[in-house]
């Protein structure tokens, strides 16, 4: 017992200079060298979502799987060198190209997502199931499907958008626009001013919540076999 008031002194003391700034929020103080130092408050990475307008629709991700999507997924990866039992997707319809919606499949995965950057596939969908049509490394989301443009033809895809967060945390707008009928690697994403966004309608997929609060579900691909 004769310990605790020399603690409670001792704590007291390191507290004084924490208390003393506790109106300043630019700066942390931490004790280096017998010594404190105040180094800035990086700021907080700034959530992308929030530059979407309200009059885009947000999805976050279908919540029960597709067996023949899944099967398609599973083609995709096998005897690809793979750790398949870290591997989960999350996924949802959109429509790309003016006639049945394509599926879009985020990809997850130790040896995938080391970035943060999941992979993107995408399915279009036939009389016997789903075939792999494209995939794109790096994806950042969420994934925003403008509304397609009447003039555009059938059979040819619409550019997209992905929200990412730049170098200084704050959330940027990049575009896909479709190249010989495939589009471009995610690196490859151009930048699209915000007041571009404030034009579009449509619809956004994979963001972290949607209207009725539900978030993303990922199912697991471990232990998964074709059927």
Wanted: one cysteine or more; hydrophobic letters at 35%.
């Amino acid at each position: 017992m004769k310990y605790k008031p020399i603690l409670l002194a001792a704590l007291s003391f390191l507290l004084m200079p924490l208390c003393g700034e506790a109106g300043d929020i630019s700066t942390i103080s931490i004790w280096r060298n017998g010594t404190f130092e105040d180094l800035p408050v990086p700021p907080p990475p700034e959530d992308p979502e929030i530059i979407i307008p309200k009059k885009i629709k947000k999805h976050t991700s279908r919540p029960s799987e597709d067996p023949l999507l899944q099967n398609a997924l599973l083609a995709c990866f096998e005897g690809a060198g793979q750790d398949r039992d870290s591997l989960s997707y999350a996924w949802n319809e959109a429509d790309l190209d003016g006639g049945e919606k394509e599926a879009l499949v985020l990809v997850t995965g130790n040896e995938i997502d080391k970035s943060g950057r999941p992979l993107l596939l995408i399915f279009t969908k036939g009389k016997e199931g789903w075939t792999e049509g494209q995939i794109l490394t790096g994806m950042e989301y969420p994934i925003l499907i403008p509304k397609r443009d009447k003039k555009r033809k059938a059979g040819s895809l619409t550019p997209f958008y992905f929200l990412s967060v730049d170098d200084e945390g704050k959330g940027r707008l990049l575009k896909l626009s479709p190249e010989n009928g495939a589009y471009p690697s995610a690196a490859g994403g151009e930048e699209a001013g915000i007041e571009e966004i404030k034009k579009l309608k449509g619809d956004a997929f994979f963001c972290s919540a949607d209207r009725k609060k539900t978030s993303i579900t990922w199912f697991p691909l471990a232990g998964r076999h074709q059927e």
